[in-house]
């Protein structure tokens, strides 16, 4: 199972074309960071120029007529990676990203 995934919003498309990558980690259990992320991307021949990770806390959404039904959003971790110019980021590599975290 994967730990991390692409984000695909218009943010995360956008950041794209500045060489900027934005990972969603999937897993809880993993102690991400930012050395940590940066030591397995050496390890894929990739060099990160700046490494970003973001708590994003629990958002509660309402719904229903009167908003009386309450919905917990899950809290999740972001990853921008910006790389070198030249460097890709692409579903190959990360799928060694992800098998770097599975050792």
């Not at 809290?75 to 992800?98: P, Q, R, S």
């Amino acid at each position: 199972m994967p730990k991390f995934t692409l984000l695909q919003s218009e943010k995360a498309y956008n950041l794209q074309s500045k060489n900027t990558y934005s990972l969603l980690l999937i897993d809880k259990n993993i102690k991400v960071t930012r050395s940590l992320v940066e030591l397995h991307l050496k390890k894929i021949n990739l060099k990160p120029e700046r490494v970003n990770i973001l708590n994003c806390p629990i958002k509660l959404k309402r719904r229903g007529k009167k908003f009386n039904v309450i919905k917990k959003q899950k809290a999740v971790k972001k990853i921008y990676i910006t790389l070198n110019t030249g460097d890709v980021f692409d579903e190959e590599k990360l799928n060694n990203f992800n098998s770097q975290f599975d050792s």
